[in-house]
């Protein structure tokens, strides 16, 4: 693996007199006069289950196929998910000291009896009884040995991920739990014996079979499923696995086994959800003030069978129905939509959950669409789609009395979570979308009209789908926020600052975003996409971005994605953050994105362009009040490869504190989790591995300064000056 390169920093300093090197610019800003109020709600998170962001991501549960259902699953590929009986997905049959027995995946002894929540088109191609089909593993042990059982991997590597190609299920069979050395971690799993009268031992053990923790002992398995728990105390740091073994002879069967640790390594000491600490603090960082879920093109499906039903994702964790997601993996549905509500909660963001329409994904064709020919499929659609939008309304913001606020308040939150957004479909289009849209937004704006709905304008910024889907939303949707999503490169963010401005033209139909309709824009997933996340692309990015907030009295909402990627398994080409089991990078992407998101109750200021002997080709800025406690923030983008010294003069006669934070590096190649593209548990890691981040945010403090004071905008650089 190549040494992560330290990018040199440009020193910021207070300037009186010209440098050589160093072009003069002047900033004259106006305090007094106020342009429009910034949206409130500009700047947010899109979280899709995408990239293993979820399971063996933000999930902090670490047990890969828990309760043995990635099994015979409908439309994977041949190699995809566990085919056999006798193989089990993420997990390795451990057989010790002439130990003799057989472990079979059998379905005749259910765990629990799940509920039949939706009433599943009966005419499609799939059998809707393997939604419910559960399975467990069955021990038969003639000879114990030293123990006779299986081994939870969890989450890491395959051999190779180039054998993958683009399939992203990660049957790990090399120790992958990310244990750490005096940590505890609580254990669950649920036994059922058949007459057994042997113990059953868990431990975590290394790759070498060297025992990592201390033995939790069950003396007696019940004939009857009972949950059992206990905690392990890790002994050292390295990458584990939880073995599970019967000790004697006899028959017993193993199902839904967990493993998290201790509160203090989750977030908010596990109160708001099972999520993993170190992800959710980068979250906490961004200040979101909302968060779209569960997808894109993951809340669609890639076909019938994988498309997202929340109801399967609420109650008991041991209950929910888990599923083969859009991007080819397991969601075991741990983390469901009551834990994105938590999340979005804890993180002060409004929740903007994503819902689809019956019909799947443009980017498989089509795969299925929801008839409405009969009676008895328009009763369908009603009861599944209709209904699944408007149960999920109660589910937030019923009271407990209702039949979903009743269960939202058993899971833990009496209080609603005052739902004020959903969205209907993603990079859809077409007449079949459109006609089931329609059912969608009368009933919910029948019973519901203070709910914002999101609609869609396709999956390009512009374009034949574009035009047509907003020629359907200007006629008959104006009331919705139109998400826009577009991966772009370099040229195309630095060249579109006034997209949104007044007047400016909209998409290939003559028409303009108009502010005297109440129509608005979501942009919902932006990137740019390709570069890897290299520097370059955050300044393009950020230049785009403070046009955005120079016209968000149009575009009320925007969020990058994808939001997390898991290093082996992208399939994305830019991620606003990488990770792996034991840490994460924050791109540069992400720091623009913090430091561009301060500054609540915001106002545009009217700012004058830096002005020189020199036009700028690439320098942006963007100035804002916080008009309840009147601090300035100054944002600039110098994308250009020479420093600026820019006399900056603040009309208002005040007197301000000023600091400046910036990121900046004369190499725009770098990228912030470097090139390799395997992490902490592969074995051709050396020791140059590294969570080192090459290029962040740099503080310099200015001072007190009034109506005039000069910063040096260095080279390549992303900023803002906050004066207090």
Same mark, same amino acid.
């Given at each position: 693996?190549?040494?992560?390169?330290?990018?040199?920093?440009?020193?910021?300093?207070?300037?009186?007199?010209?440098?050589?090197?160093?072009?003069?610019?002047?900033?004259?800003?106006?305090?007094?006069?106020?342009? !429009?109020?910034?949206?409130?709600?500009?700047?947010?998170?899109?979280?899709?289950?995408?990239?293993?962001?979820?399971?063996?991501? !933000?999930?902090?549960?670490?047990?890969?196929?828990?309760?043995?259902?990635?099994?015979?699953?409908?439309?994977?590929?041949?190699?995809?998910?566990?085919?056999?009986?006798?193989?089990?997905?993420?997990?390795?049959?451990?057989?010790?000291?002439?130990?003799?027995?057989?472990?079979?995946?059998?379905?005749?002894?259910?765990?629990?009896?799940?509920?039949?929540?939706?009433?599943?088109?009966?005419?499609?191609?799939?059998?809707?009884?393997?939604?419910?089909?559960?399975?467990?593993?069955?021990?038969? !042990?003639?000879?114990?040995?030293?123990?006779?059982?299986?081994?939870?991997?969890?989450?890491?590597?395959?051999?190779?991920?180039?054998?993958?190609?683009?399939?992203?299920?990660?049957?790990?069979?090399?120790?992958?739990?990310?244990?750490?050395? @005096?940590?505890?971690?609580?254990?669950?799993?649920?036994?059922? @014996?058949?007459?057994?009268?042997?113990?059953?031992?868990?431990?975590?053990?290394?790759?070498?079979?060297?025992?990592?923790?201390?033995?939790?002992?069950?003396?007696?398995?019940?004939?009857?499923?009972?949950?059992?728990?206990?905690?392990?105390?890790?002994?050292?740091?390295?990458?584990?696995?939880?073995?599970?073994?019967?000790?004697?002879?006899?028959?017993?069967?193993?199902?839904?086994?967990?493993?998290?640790?201790?509160?203090?390594?989750?977030?908010?000491?596990?109160?708001?959800?099972?999520?993993?600490?170190?992800?959710?603090?980068?979250?906490?960082?961004?200040?979101?003030?909302?968060?779209?879920?569960?997808?894109?093109?993951?809340?669609?499906?890639?076909?019938?069978?994988? %498309?997202?039903?929340?109801?399967?994702?609420?109650?008991?964790?041991?209950?929910?129905?888990?599923?083969?997601?859009?991007?080819?993996?397991?969601?075991?549905?741990?983390?469901?939509?009551?834990?994105?509500?938590?999340?979005?909660?804890?993180?002060?963001?409004?929740?903007?959950?994503?819902?689809?329409?019956?019909?799947?994904?443009?980017?498989?064709?089509?795969?299925?669409?929801?008839?409405?020919?009969?009676?008895?499929?328009?009763?369908?659609?009603?009861?599944?789609?209709?209904?699944?939008?408007?149960?999920?309304?109660?589910?937030?913001?019923?009271?407990?009395?209702?039949?979903?606020?009743?269960?939202?308040?058993?899971?833990?939150?009496?209080?609603?979570?005052?739902?004020?957004?959903?969205?209907?479909?993603?990079?859809?289009?077409?007449?079949?979308?459109?006609?089931?849209?329609?059912?969608?937004?009368?009933?919910?704006?029948?019973?519901?009209?203070?709910?914002?709905?999101?609609?869609?304008?396709?999956?390009?910024?512009?374009?034949?789908?574009?035009?047509?889907?907003?020629?359907?939303?200007?006629?008959?949707?104006?009331?919705?926020?139109?998400?826009?999503?577009?991966?772009?490169?370099?040229?195309?963010?630095?060249? %579109?600052?006034?997209?949104?401005?007044?007047?400016?033209?909209?998409?290939?139909?003559?028409?303009?975003?108009?502010?005297?309709?109440?129509?608005?824009?979501?942009?919902?997933?932006?990137?740019?996409?390709?570069?890897?996340?290299?520097?370059?692309?955050?300044?393009?990015?950020?230049?785009?971005?403070?046009?955005?907030?120079?016209?968000?009295?149009?575009?009320?909402?925007?969020?990058?994605?994808?939001?997390?990627?898991?290093?082996?398994?992208?399939?994305?080409?830019?991620?606003?953050?990488?990770?792996?089991?034991?840490?994460?990078?924050?791109?540069?992407?992400?720091?623009?994105?913090?430091?561009?998101?301060?500054?609540?109750?915001?106002?545009?200021?009217?700012?004058?362009?830096?002005?020189?002997?020199?036009?700028?080709?690439?320098?942006?800025?963007?100035?804002?009040?916080?008009?309840?406690? @009147?601090?300035?923030?100054?944002?600039?983008?110098?994308?250009?490869?020479?420093?600026?010294?820019?006399?900056?003069?603040?009309?208002?006669?005040?007197?301000?504190?000023?600091?400046?934070?910036?990121?900046?590096?004369?190499?725009?190649?770098?990228?912030? %989790?470097?090139?390799?593209?395997?992490?902490?548990?592969?074995?051709?890691?050396?020791?140059?591995?590294?969570?080192?981040?090459?290029?962040?945010?740099?503080?310099?403090?200015?001072?007190?300064?009034?109506?005039?004071?000069?910063?040096?905008?260095?080279?390549?650089?992303?900023? !803002?000056?906050?004066?207090?």
């Amino acid at each position: 693996m190549k040494r992560i390169i330290k990018t040199v920093l440009c020193l910021v300093s207070l300037c009186t007199s010209a440098f050589a090197q160093t072009e003069q610019r002047t900033w004259a800003i106006d305090v007094n006069k106020l342009g !429009i109020e910034i949206s409130p709600t500009l700047s947010g998170i899109f979280f899709e289950d995408i990239n293993q962001s979820l399971d063996g991501g !933000i999930c902090a549960q670490m047990i890969q196929n828990n309760s043995f259902q990635a099994y015979n699953v409908p439309d994977g590929p041949a190699n995809e998910f566990s085919q056999s009986d006798t193989v089990f997905f993420g997990w390795t049959i451990v057989q010790t000291d002439g130990a003799i027995g057989e472990a079979h995946a059998v379905s005749n002894r259910p765990l629990v009896t799940l509920e039949r929540k939706y009433d599943y088109d009966p005419n499609d191609k799939y059998d809707d009884e393997k939604r419910y089909v559960q399975y467990c593993v069955k021990f038969d !042990i003639q000879k114990a040995g030293k123990g006779f059982g299986i081994a939870a991997n969890g989450y890491g590597i395959t051999s190779s991920t180039r054998e993958r190609g683009a399939i992203y299920s990660n049957n790990t069979q090399r120790p992958s739990l990310a244990v750490e050395s @005096g940590v505890k971690y609580d254990v669950g799993l649920y036994l059922q @014996g058949d007459h057994y009268k042997g113990k059953v031992s868990v431990w975590l053990e290394d790759i070498n079979g060297t025992i990592n923790s201390n033995v939790i002992t069950i003396k007696k398995v019940t004939d009857n499923w009972k949950k059992y728990t206990g905690t392990l105390k890790a002994l050292r740091t390295v990458d584990s696995r939880l073995v599970i073994t019967g000790q004697s002879a006899g028959t017993f069967y193993l199902d839904f086994v967990t493993m998290l640790p201790e509160a203090s390594h989750l977030w908010n000491n596990g109160k708001s959800g099972p999520f993993r600490k170190d992800m959710m603090e980068a979250l906490a960082k961004l200040h979101p003030t909302f968060m779209r879920f569960p997808g894109g093109c993951a809340s669609e499906g890639p076909n019938y069978f994988g %498309q997202v039903f929340w109801k399967n994702s609420v109650g008991k964790p041991e209950e929910r129905i888990g599923f083969r997601n859009h991007w080819g993996y397991w969601t075991s549905q741990y983390v469901g939509f009551y834990e994105y509500f938590l999340m979005a909660e804890s993180l002060g963001a409004s929740p903007l959950p994503v819902l689809n329409n019956g019909v799947t994904c443009q980017f498989v064709g089509h795969s299925y669409i929801a008839p409405l020919e009969t009676e008895a499929d328009r009763k369908r659609f009603q009861d599944i789609f209709v209904n699944d939008a408007l149960d999920l309304i109660e589910f937030c913001n019923g009271p407990v009395s209702s039949k979903w606020g009743k269960l939202r308040a058993e899971m833990g939150h009496p209080a609603p979570f005052n739902l004020k957004y959903l969205g209907v479909g993603n990079e859809n289009q077409g007449k079949e979308f459109w006609e089931r849209f329609d059912i969608m937004y009368k009933a919910i704006k029948a019973k519901y009209p203070d709910i914002i709905i999101v609609s869609t304008a396709g999956a390009r910024d512009a374009g034949r789908e574009f035009d047509a889907n907003y020629a359907e939303i200007d006629t008959k949707y104006p009331d919705t926020y139109v998400d826009e999503h577009y991966y772009k490169g370099d040229d195309w963010f630095f060249s %579109q600052g006034n997209r949104y401005a007044p007047g400016a033209k909209r998409g290939g139909a003559g028409l303009t975003y108009d502010r005297s309709r109440p129509t608005r824009v979501f942009v919902g997933e932006f990137a740019n996409n390709g570069t890897n996340n290299a520097y370059h692309s955050t300044l393009a990015e950020a230049a785009y971005w403070l046009s955005l907030e120079r016209n968000s009295d149009m575009v009320v909402m925007a969020a990058y994605a994808p939001l997390f990627c898991k290093k082996g398994f992208n399939k994305w080409g830019a991620n606003l953050i990488w990770f792996d089991n034991r840490g994460l990078w924050r791109t540069t992407n992400y720091y623009y994105q913090q430091l561009f998101s301060e500054g609540g109750n915001r106002a545009l200021l009217p700012a004058d362009v830096l002005k020189g002997d020199e036009a700028d080709a690439k320098v942006y800025t963007s100035a804002t009040i916080d008009t309840k406690t @009147g601090r300035l923030y100054l944002k600039f983008v110098n994308a250009e490869a020479t420093e600026k010294n820019v006399t900056i003069s603040i009309a208002g006669g005040r007197q301000y504190d000023a600091e400046m934070e910036y990121m900046t590096s004369a190499d725009t190649s770098i990228k912030n %989790q470097g090139d390799a593209n395997y992490y902490s548990s592969h074995p051709d890691v050396d020791s140059s591995f590294s969570y080192h981040e090459a290029i962040t945010p740099q503080t310099q403090p200015i001072g007190k300064v009034s109506d005039r004071f000069t910063i040096v905008m260095p080279q390549n650089s992303v900023g !803002i000056v906050r004066l207090k």
